[in-house]
């Protein structure tokens, strides 16, 4: 069982380029979230969804478009990257009852120069 | 949710008892307390949950007063890989809640 994967680890971007980070889970949980991390700091979250074609912003969204055709993914895109936006990025899910707990991803380290 | 607030930072040494406390004043009555232990270049972990009283499970203990305004976190015999950011989350996790993290706990533990 995978749990939470996400792509790549590390990613370096100029300003203005755009990317992709992906996150999948094989968990078929319903939430899913996405948080950055800057160093020394605690999690920030950006978007989060609760199913299918489903999405809301969380407490630092722009910046990030997020989509979420099938349950296992929940891409998050940049669409013109900035150095305010180096940070170590993290992906979580989690089944869709009360109190259930998330499980994170292994993270993706992004440098914007 | 509920704002907490936790401790900056703590020191301890090995073999100690390492007690975090976390403060929830306006804790509400279907919030849940869960704690999650990260480790540097990784992605934080659940490592325990309660609703009020005691709970414990391999990894550690949780103690919640009766007025749940507070809650503690207790590792017994830390160990120098017990050195980890510890957040305390409080919440109803109802299905469309969004889950905040705090700033946490930032634990070293000294040989």
């Known amino acids: 069982n995978a749990g939470v994967t996400q792509t790549p680890k590390f990613q370096v971007l100029k300003t203005g380029q755009s990317m992709t980070l992906q996150c999948a889970q094989d968990?078929?949980?319903?939430?899913m979230s996405w948080y950055r991390q800057d160093p020394g700091m605690g999690l920030r979250l950006i978007h989060y969804s609760v199913g299918a074609g489903i999405t809301d912003q969380g407490e630092v969204p722009n910046g990030y478009n997020v989509s979420r055709s099938t349950t296992e993914d929940f891409p998050l895109r940049l669409l013109s990257a900035a150095p305010s936006q180096t940070s170590v990025y993290f992906c979580?899910?989690?089944?869709?009852?009360?109190?259930?707990?998330?499980?994170f991803g292994s993270g993706t380290q992004l440098s914007v120069l | 949710l509920a704002k907490t607030t936790q401790p900056i930072s703590m020191d301890s040494y090995e073999g100690q008892e390492v007690n975090i406390t976390c403060s929830h004043n306006n804790i509400a009555t279907n919030d849940y307390i869960t704690w999650y232990q990260q480790f540097p270049s990784q992605g934080p972990r659940f490592i325990i949950q309660?609703?009020?009283t005691k709970v414990t499970n391999e990894v550690a203990s949780l103690f919640i007063p009766a007025d749940r305004k507070s809650s503690t976190l207790s590792l017994p015999r830390v160990s120098l890989s017990d050195t980890a950011v510890y957040y305390c989350?409080?919440?109803?996790?109802?299905?469309?809640?969004?889950?905040?993290f705090g700033s946490g706990t930032r634990l070293s533990i000294r040989p």
């Open positions: 968990m078929n949980h319903e939430y």
């Open positions: 309660g609703y009020k």
């Open positions: 979580a899910s989690r089944s869709q009852g009360s109190n259930e707990k998330l499980f």
């Open positions: 989350l409080v919440g109803g996790y109802s299905s469309a809640s969004k889950i905040i």
